[in-house]
């Protein structure tokens, strides 16, 4: 009971979570030797550790709480479910009431005609999911060779075999023999990092164009989907030119190939639509979610298809699932999220009142010498650090050292705010209000104060040439 209750000693939980908890993207003797962060309570977007500090969790867990924490209403919906009933399948021709109207739910909110699920416990699993709904949906139309998966570099899709082979992320790729066979990568949308000289609009059309240069190169009869985030988020929040997607919508269409849209970050409010393909104006075949879903409140992701891709599915006995898809409690967690945010119009006040607030208290912080741009789409934003910001330079030390020391520096000032290489990223629930915004903006101007002087004094503030 102690563990739960917290009445051990901070340095007593560190020393058991080093002996025995394995930790995610993590170096586990540096961790061991610093001292892992134990967080014990949460509330709106306030997280509280076991030393009782504070922190503005301006990334909601990981890009999950748009609901903000200690909702009890998503408690009790809980509760009640497992009471009723805490678990059954949905193999073998039987259903349960909470997977029934969490799809119904689902496909009324998602655009177009994106109206069937798949249910899985994850946004890897989702992704992994659409690797094999992708390809059996072309094998039941009798174009079996279509199995090849475009997707960009620095994507992020997940961690399971298959996702982790869709996203683009070089570090995992290194490890454990990925990329599975046939998925192939193209560049990315980011201009601030690759674009050089280059027009914004032109660049964006560029880098589409690789698309319909790689369908030529491997064949269009040997493609069955291309796979993209609206917007990248754990690539470092990066917002495409406006011509990028219409670009890729295009190429897909015109080569007959399946447009996933992973919108496990962009859904559900996030970048002030329901979904992200509605803000970028994109129409996919298959959306991935999960995160949002349930505001993190319940492990559950899914696949969402369109008419067409569910009519030629049913066609076949599609020989995939997972213990949990669909599971009762989560699925009645989702429920209740998405009634809350629908019913507190939490989306909408979202998009027209702090997001735009967000948007322009977050444009301040290009201002700060360390600073190279700053940039927001609804609920999502980042900066760019730079030694140098008139010529948009990397650092000369290794890419994610000055992150992190920014990173550090805005936990050692109550704000939690990620850092992908030496780009600063936020998620902040969307429930957040102006005044936590303004905290938020003058705790990162503060802790971008103290990484700059930081990185002056280790003489970091040197460009790469
Ligand atoms: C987090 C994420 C995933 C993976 O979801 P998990 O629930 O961690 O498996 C997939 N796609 C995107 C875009 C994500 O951000």
Redesign the pocket.
Same mark, same amino acid.
């Given at each position: 009971m102690s563990l739960i209750t917290n009445h051990m000693p901070t340095a007593e939980l560190q020393k058991l979570d080093a002996a025995h908890h394995l930790h995610p993207f993590t170096h586990g003797h540096d961790l061991g030797k610093k001292g892992v962060r134990v967080i014990t309570r949460a509330k709106g977007v306030t997280l509280t550790d076991s030393d009782g500090n504070d922190y503005l969790d301006a990334m909601a867990g990981?890009?999950c709480v748009n609901i903000g924490y200690g909702r009890e209403e998503l408690a009790e919906a809980a509760a009640r479910q497992m009471k009723e009933l805490p678990y059954y399948n949905t193999f073998f021709q039987t259903t349960h009431v909470p997977a029934i109207a969490l799809a119904e739910r689902l496909a009324s909110l998602t655009p177009h005609d994106l109206n069937h699920v798949f249910f899985a416990s994850?946004?890897?699993?989702a992704?992994d999911t659409n690797i094999r709904l992708a390809r059996t949906y072309w094998e039941a139309k009798g174009k079996a060779s279509k199995r090849a998966i475009i997707s960009r570099k620095n994507a992020?899709?997940?961690?399971s075999m298959g996702?982790a082979s869709l996203g683009g992320m070089a570090a995992m790729h290194a490890q454990g023999g990925m990329p599975i066979p046939d998925i192939h990568h193209i560049d990315q949308p980011y201009w601030y990092g690759e674009g050089g000289d280059s027009d914004p609009q032109d660049f964006g059309k560029a880098r589409a164009r690789q698309l319909e240069e790689k369908i030529m190169e491997l064949g269009a009869d040997n493609v069955a989907a291309f796979i993209g985030?609206p917007i990248q988020? !754990?690539g470092g929040v990066i917002i495409p030119p406006d011509s990028y997607w219409p670009e890729i919508q295009r190429i897909c269409d015109e080569h007959d190939i399946l447009l996933i849209a992973?919108e496990?970050?962009c859904g559900f409010g996030r970048t002030g639509n329901w979904f992200g393909s509605e803000t970028l104006g994109i129409r996919p075949h298959i959306m991935?979610v !999960?995160?949002g879903l349930s505001s993190g409140y319940q492990p559950i992701?899914g696949s969402i298809v369109n008419d067409e891709v569910a009519d030629v599915l049913s066609g076949v006995d599609f020989s995939h699932g997972y213990t949990y898809s669909g599971h009762p409690v989560a699925c009645a967690v989702a429920l209740e999220n998405l009634r809350i945010l629908q019913e507190e119009e939490i989306v909408t006040r979202a998009a027209t009142g702090t997001a735009p607030y967000l948007a322009e208290k977050w444009a301040t912080l290009a201002e700060h010498p360390l600073v190279g741009e700053a940039v927001t789409c609804g609920m999502l934003g980042s900066i760019a650090l730079t030694p140098h910001k008139a010529s948009r330079a990397q650092f000369a030390a290794e890419t994610g050292t000055a992150g992190l020391i920014c990173r550090e520096q805005c936990f050692g000032n109550n704000l939690v705010m990620r850092h992908v290489g030496d780009r600063m990223v936020i998620s902040p629930p969307l429930v957040i209000t102006k005044a936590e915004i303004d905290t938020l903006v003058e705790r990162a101007w503060t802790a971008l104060d103290r990484a700059h002087a930081e990185l002056n004094d280790k003489g970091l503030m040197k460009a790469a040439s």
């Open positions: 990981l890009w994850s946004g890897s699993e992704n992020y899709h997940g961690s996702s985030e988020g !754990a992973d496990v970050i991935t !999960a995160k992701g």
